[in-house]
């Protein structure tokens, strides 16, 4: 099955710095790769995505790139605000007999003021 | 409802205890996930049903089932519980496989 890692697990930035995270996937033809944001005690929320004929996207202060020949995509958040903190995760969907959504284990951003 | 909701927010078990932990989406997502989270492991797919009327296997199954009636509800029953089970319970869903996944609030469970 499909296998995603994510780098690095816990991440501390001062305000107002830029914040970068990674994966790696193994299945060459996930062609959908999502990141989530989960704040304590609550659900995961879908942030940013990007889809495999796209390599780079942006929303404001969040951005994504992907390297499809490399397998590897990244969240990239500039001027941290506090309000940024919390557990982020890298998700790919592939194939395992259905299409599924397999998640990276995370990475706990903490913003200090 | 607006989304997707839970239920119970959270529970004390008994090990040994049968236990349903209920999900329904208003979105009409004709598939639906149910995930365990645990520290250091992220989240880890139990069950998944991609239409009404079908469901299948994901990483963690064992000890585990689900059913899918219908559109709406996707609930998982764990048969016996074990202090292995103890965790928090994501149910999620989505419109198709290429887009995005919507998340319950979470239930946590304790079994002792």
């Known amino acids: 099955g499909e296998n995603v890692e994510q780098h690095p697990s816990t991440l501390s930035v001062q305000e107002g710095d830029s914040a970068v995270i990674k994966c790696t996937y193994s299945d060459s033809a996930s062609n959908y790769f999502p990141w989530y944001k989960q704040e304590l005690g609550k659900g995961p929320q879908l942030i940013i995505d990007?889809?495999?004929?796209?390599g780079e996207k942006k929303d404001q202060r969040i951005a994504v790139t992907l390297n499809k020949t490399a397998k590897h995509f990244s969240l990239h958040i500039t001027e941290t605000q506090p309000e940024d903190s919390a557990v982020y995760f890298c998700a790919v969907v592939s194939w395992a007999g259905s299409y599924q959504l397999t998640f990276g284990k995370g990475t706990k951003l903490s913003v200090i003021p | 409802i607006a989304g997707i909701t839970q239920a119970p927010t959270s529970q004390i078990l008994a090990a040994g205890r049968r236990m349903t932990l209920r999900c329904t989406q208003d979105m009409r997502h004709n598939a639906m996930y149910w995930y365990r989270q645990d520290l250091g492991l992220g989240l880890r797919l139990i069950h998944y049903s991609n239409t009404a009327g079908t469901t299948g296997k994901g990483e963690v199954p064992d000890g585990y089932s689900v059913s899918r009636a219908n559109t709406d509800d996707f609930p998982l029953t764990l048969a016996s519980a074990v202090p292995s089970q103890t965790s928090v319970y994501f149910c999620?869903?989505?419109?198709?496989?290429?887009?995005?996944?919507?998340f319950g609030q979470g239930t946590r469970l304790t079994v002792v």
């Open positions: 990007i889809r495999s004929n796209v």
């Open positions: 999620a869903s989505r419109r198709d496989m290429n887009t995005e996944a919507f």
